[in-house]
């Protein structure tokens, strides 16, 4: 039976957060207003200055508020041109693990799979890139070219969408690998033969000790490998 990799896109891949690039680029482009933008700023200022443990979940949460105000009758020309501007902006800023990653997976015949949280248009390109065989975002309903605010598809069921995927295409999880950074993968995580946690959340980090999970860290131009052993990890320079 054929093998299958999944891959969550931001942190993960990309070296950021694309919808946080894409708010960024629609209020470049004057599609939000300027209550908007400082309502942003003022949540990453907080993040940033690490005031306390939750302030990157509150960030966050402010982004995804202030893009489903943003979207609500945005015109999608508008929006898919702010699409075209971070593609070109992040397509190639990735981390080496994953990057190394996919290539090697592919060498050997793997399915390769994006579950995003991020926005269809833009993971599909990123898809198309870097040679995945299936994709899935987060996709938001249109009427008349304009966008209704309103979401349907991945947002918080990755799992869910990783099942469909599988049957779609005939694989089991015999092994199978899936890699993410951050508490809303675990679930899909939790589906796969081979998980990776990498550059993880603080949750992510703690279930994947618990069930004995590879932790990847890349900072700068170092990886870093977590490898489970009996009671414990031992930790390895992967280059």
């Given at each position: ?6 891959f ?16 960024d ?21 907080t ?62 015949g793997?399915?390769l ?23 899935i ?17 991945v ?18 999880t ?38 004995g ?13 977590l ?13």
């Amino acid at each position: 039976m054929q093998r299958f990799a999944v891959f969550d896109i931001d942190g993960t891949v990309i070296r950021w957060q694309l919808y946080h690039a894409i708010v960024d680029e629609l209020g470049a482009q004057g599609l939000l207003d300027s209550a908007m933008r400082q309502k942003i700023q003022d949540a990453r200022h907080t993040w940033k200055s690490r005031t306390h443990s939750t302030s990157f979940d509150e960030y966050e949460q402010t982004l995804v508020d202030v893009y489903h105000n943003a979207l609500t009758n945005l015109a999608v020309d508008d929006y898919l041109r702010a699409v075209d501007v971070v593609f070109e902006k992040y397509k190639d800023q990735v981390y080496t693990y994953s990057r190394d990653l996919i290539r090697e997976l592919k060498e050997q015949g793997f399915l390769l799979f994006i579950i995003s949280g991020s926005q269809q248009e833009i993971i599909q390109k990123l898809g198309d890139y870097y040679g995945f065989d299936e994709v899935i975002g987060t996709a938001y309903t249109q009427r008349e070219g304009r966008f209704t605010g309103q979401f349907v598809g991945v947002y918080g069921h990755k799992a869910e969408m990783l099942h469909k995927l599988m049957a779609k295409h005939g694989v089991g999880t015999v092994g199978s690998v899936a890699i993410g950074d951050s508490n809303s993968d675990i679930a899909m995580l939790e589906l796969v033969e081979h998980p990776i946690a990498f550059n993880p959340t603080k949750g992510l980090m703690e279930h994947a000790r618990a069930q004995g999970w590879d932790i990847v860290v890349e900072r700068k131009n170092v990886v870093y490998q977590l490898q489970a052993k009996q009671d414990g990890y031992i930790l390895a320079q992967t280059n």
